[in-house]
């Protein structure tokens, strides 16, 4: 095995940043890895991995794929590491099923998001981990998905689909400068973390590929997404934690969420949704500078009796949005329940929903905002919004219910449970924990 120590791995390196630089450096090839787009790379994966970890204690270790496209199934990461991968690698997941494992469903969900039962494993996995890094030169990761679309579609999976990237129960994680296509499902899915950085990703999926939504923060505290592209057949970014009863009882929200930079593409789904499965909770999620074409919603809240627990503190501004169904979307009656078993009387809190400087042209529906009987949505602000409706629009561009707030400088006039009021929308002043996060300079073999 070949272990390149940090000074000899800089000559001949590219640079790029990471929360952390490793001390020990290896290639894919060095363990029989063949990037020919044919021979299977699970062995070396894994091989490299577990050689790897043995200097977790000693400065940690990096694993270059180097150019070539490298067909591999799923392969778990372990702490103080850096998957790096090189501008022109592509990493392909393997198309046979037999490579996936089944795992548990998530405690949370307790059963499938698909389907009962056991689900895939991801390809990218890492459980209990501390201080990991994928990142690379914008190299891909291709998740060849249209054969689980298909089979999905068909309903011929017995199990969950699996996901490019799955961090679980781990701690100061970052994803970042990749290219991501053809989820078989989610993209990124970090659960049950904290400390997450996800930076600078293209995310790319058919727009009609089904729920292959772009991050998905789930249950995770302390967690910052900024500066991605993503083209989706589902949310662009959905923020989860927990599926009724199961949710409920495991406990974990989302919070303490930095959400800045995005672009988005998504037909048939939300720039940002919350929800709908937010049986944890989710509170102070912070949004800006969110860009979005041809979508459905720009925010969008999901939720349903017997979620229970809470959405609030929530805070956007600085949406630009064009060609979209609607706006702003909260409804109450979003169903979908992992079973039978989930608590009619656990009915959602939402509350202190704060949307500010947003401009929309050409949107079908200004708003549509409906809560639930006897369990209204309350504290929402809506100001300095600008909306341009298109030539088919609604005749009535709100349609408002069971929801209590004031609006501010909106065009068009909001419904009047939205009340008027001279009032700027709150957006949070201090600084969070994961926003002083540092990066360093790092270095990785140039290969070809």
């Known amino acids: 095995m070949l272990v390149l120590t940090w000074g000899i791995l800089c000559v001949g390196s590219v640079d790029y940043e990471a929360i952390s630089c490793r001390k020990h450096s290896a290639i894919l090839t060095d363990f029989g890895g063949k990037g020919d787009g044919h021979t299977s790379n699970t ?8 050689e790897l970890s043995k200097f977790a204690r000693d400065g940690g270790a990096q694993l270059i794929v180097p150019s070539g496209k490298w ?42 998001r698909d389907a009962p039962g056991p689900r895939f494993i991801s390809l990218i996995f890492g459980t209990n ?30 199990n969950t689909r699996p996901y490019l990237i799955e961090i679980m129960f781990s ?29 600078g990703l293209t995310i790319l999926a058919p727009t009609d590929s089904p729920n292959t939504d772009g991050i998905d923060p789930d249950s995770c505290s302390n967690t910052r997404i900024e500066d991605c592209f993503i083209v989706s057949g589902d949310d662009c970014i959905a923020v989860k934690s927990g599926w009724d ?16 930079n995005i672009n988005c593409i998504s037909p048939d789904s939300a720039v940002i949704a919350l929800g709908s499965e937010m049986s944890g909770g989710i509170q102070d999620v912070r949004a800006e500078n969110i860009t979005a ?35 702003f979307w909260m409804t109450g009656d979003y169903g979908s329940h992992p079973d039978g078993h989930y608590d009619p009387k656990a009915l959602p809190v939402i509350q202190g929903i704060n949307l500010k400087d947003v401009v929309a042209k050409n949107v079908t529906i200004a708003g549509k905002l409906v809560g639930i009987d006897g ?32 609006s501010s400088q909106v065009s068009p006039q909001p419904c009047p449970l939205l ?24 270095a990785a073999a140039s290969l070809h």
């Open 43 to 50: 062995g070396a994966f894994r091989k490299a991995i577990s």
């Open 71 to 112: 067909l591999t199934g799923p392969f778990n990461l372990t702490s103080h590491f850096t998957l790096y991968i090189h501008q022109d690698a592509v990493i392909l997941a393997s198309q046979d099923e037999a490579e996936w494992d089944l795992i548990p469903p998530l405690p949370s969900y307790g059963v499938g």
């Open 129 to 158: 981990l501390t201080d990991v890094v994928i990142t690379g030169g914008n190299g891909t990761i291709d998740g060849q998905g249209q054969q689980w679309w298909t089979k999905f579609r068909q309903r011929q999976l017995k």
């Open 171 to 199: 701690d100061h994680v970052q994803i970042s400068n990749l290219t991501l296509i053809n989820s078989p499902s989610w993209n990124v899915h970090p659960v049950y973390s904290s400390f997450v950085v996800i930076k």
């Open 245 to 260: 009863e199961y949710g409920i009882a495991f406990g974990m929200p989302t919070q303490h969420l930095i959400i800045r």
């Open 293 to 327: 074409i041809s979508s459905e919603s720009g925010l969008r809240i999901k939720t349903a009796v017997g979620r229970g627990a809470y959405i609030k503190d929530v805070f956007v501004r600085g949406m630009t949005l064009k060609t979209m169904k609607y706006t």
């Open 375 to 406: 369990d209204t949505f309350t504290g929402i602000c809506i100001s300095n919004v600008a909306i341009e409706l298109s030539k088919h629009a609604k005749k009535l561009p709100w349609n408002c219910s069971n929801i209590q707030g004031v």
């Open 419 to 442: 009340h008027d009021k001279k009032i700027i929308c709150p957006f949070p002043s201090d600084t969070l924990p994961v926003d002083k996060i540092q990066f360093q300079t790092c």
